[in-house]
């Protein structure tokens, strides 16, 4: 128990600077209106228009690569793209413009792990 504890306190001050780096990394992130990527249009436009809906939260920058229903991305390029993020057990379906519960994706589908699934612009 003692040693758990003591692990603890290690690991404390690496969580703390690691959520400093992550706030120094979103500086970092590409902005479209900054710097207009030319392949973007293959990819879906923001389907949040003006708010979330129920099953997504507001964030600055959603990134591009959301979970879907087929897919999960290790990486991904650093673009802000949404401004919303599907809450968490929720992943984006690509077919029905949403964030739906993982639960409730066609069944027919596995999801894979793959290097880079881009969705959104
Ligand atoms: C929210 O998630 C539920 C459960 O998957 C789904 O049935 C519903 O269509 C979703 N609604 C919206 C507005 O995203």
Same mark, same amino acid.
């Given at each position: 128990?003692?040693? !758990? =504890?003591?692990?603890? !306190?290690? $690991? !404390?001050?690496?969580?703390?600077?690691?959520?400093?780096?992550?706030?120094? %990394? @979103?500086?970092?992130?590409?902005?479209? %209106?900054?710097?207009?990527?030319?392949?973007?249009?293959?990819?879906?436009? *923001?389907?949040?228009?003006?708010?979330?809906? @129920?099953?997504?939260?507001?964030?600055?920058?959603?990134?591009?690569?959301?979970?879907? &229903?087929?897919?999960?991305? $290790?990486?991904?390029? =650093?673009?802000?793209?949404?401004?919303?993020?599907? =809450?968490?057990?929720?992943?984006?379906?690509?077919? $029905? *413009?949403? &964030?739906?519960? =993982?639960?409730?994706?066609?069944?027919?589908? @596995?999801?894979?792990?793959?290097?880079?699934?881009?969705?959104?612009?």
């Amino acid at each position: 128990m003692a040693r !758990l =504890k003591s692990l603890c !306190l290690l $690991l !404390l001050p690496a969580l703390l600077m690691n959520s400093v780096t992550s706030t120094d %990394d @979103e500086d970092h992130v590409v902005n479209h %209106d900054v710097d207009p990527d030319p392949g973007r249009i293959k990819y879906i436009w *923001n389907p949040f228009l003006g708010f979330c809906g @129920e099953n997504a939260s507001m964030v600055r920058c959603g990134g591009v690569c959301p979970e879907t &229903c087929a897919f999960k991305s $290790l990486r991904c390029p =650093k673009y802000c793209g949404v401004n919303c993020a599907c =809450k968490p057990r929720y992943v984006y379906s690509e077919q $029905l *413009n949403l &964030c739906i519960l =993982k639960s409730d994706c066609p069944k027919d589908i @596995e999801q894979k792990v793959v290097e880079t699934h881009r969705v959104f612009q």
